[in-house]
T-cell receptor, first 112, second 113 residues
Framework: SAVISQKPSRDICQRGTSLTIQCQVD?????MFWYRQQPGQSLTLIAT?????????ESGFVIDKFPISRPNLTFSTLTVSNLSPEDSSIYLC?????????FGEGSRLTVL | DAKTTQPPSMDCAEGRAANLPCNHS???????VYWYRQIHSQGPQYIIH???NNETNEMASLIITEDRKSSTLILPHATLRDTAVYYC??????????????FGPGTRLSVLP
């Protein structure tokens, strides 16, 4: 199984600012995934991040709001830009294993 | 949309078996059944998966009906630490993992002392 570390684990931000979340994996992986979990809701895929190419975003998510970097096979960042209270969620990084997905512990964002 | 239907909540007495049902009546022949759980404020944790045979590991057993339209996750001796939301997911074995793992609302299991 993969060990996934996310930073920060939680943060409180002012509206209009941005937050960058880091995801570090203990092994090289081709695809990394970013999910959002709004309060009381299930997980929703934001985008798929491949090393060396632009991220692929799901319907309802755009690069300007959620820019993603994937500089190498063990690291990715997700930025949530121009924050509003509606962005208050848990953001999760995930990687695929041999048949399953592994998740980090998540980054809990609160926007005031 | 999720391809599975689960009861929104269940209770189980500590030490007893917890049997969590899942309906996936539209499952295709090449789709696997996966189970994850999410303990409060943590990332989802993989539990088990199967195609058509029953599966068992150190965490749980997965029973899939012969027609594959439903399955049951069994936690043989539930503890308080098993209190979590349990997600049943069906997905194809190939393609984009992120797009293929669609999380529904899950079942909130409460293990009671």
């Amino acid at each position: 199984s993969a060990v996934i570390s996310q930073k920060p684990s939680r943060d409180i931000c002012q509206r209009g600012t941005s937050l960058t979340i880091q995801c570090q994996v203990d092994s090289q992986v081709t695809m990394m995934f970013w999910y959002r979990q709004q309060p009381g809701q299930s997980l929703t895929l934001i985008a798929t991040a491949n090393q060396g190419s632009e991220a692929t975003y799901e319907s309802g998510f755009v690069i300007d709001k959620f820019p993603i970097s994937r500089p190498n096979l063990t690291f990715s960042t997700l930025t949530v830009s121009n924050l509003s209270p509606e962005d208050s969620s848990i953001y999760l990084c995930s990687v695929q294993g041999t048949g399953e997905l592994f998740f980090g512990e998540g980054s809990r964002l609160t926007v005031l | 949309d999720a391809k599975t239907t689960q009861p929104p909540s269940m209770d189980c007495a500590e030490g007893r078996a917890a049997n969590l049902p899942c309906n996936h009546s539209t499952i295709s022949g090449n789709e696997y059944v996966y189970w994850y759980r999410q303990i409060h404020s943590q990332g989802p944790q993989y539990i088990i998966h199967g195609l058509k045979n029953n599966e068992t590991n150190e965490m749980a057993s997965l029973i899939i009906t012969e027609d594959r339209k439903s399955s049951t996750l069994i936690l043989p001796h539930a503890t308080l630490r098993d209190t979590a939301v349990y997600y049943c997911i069906v997905r194809v074995a190939t393609g984009n993992y992120g797009q293929n793992f669609v999380f529904g609302p899950g079942t909130r299991l409460s293990v009671l002392p």
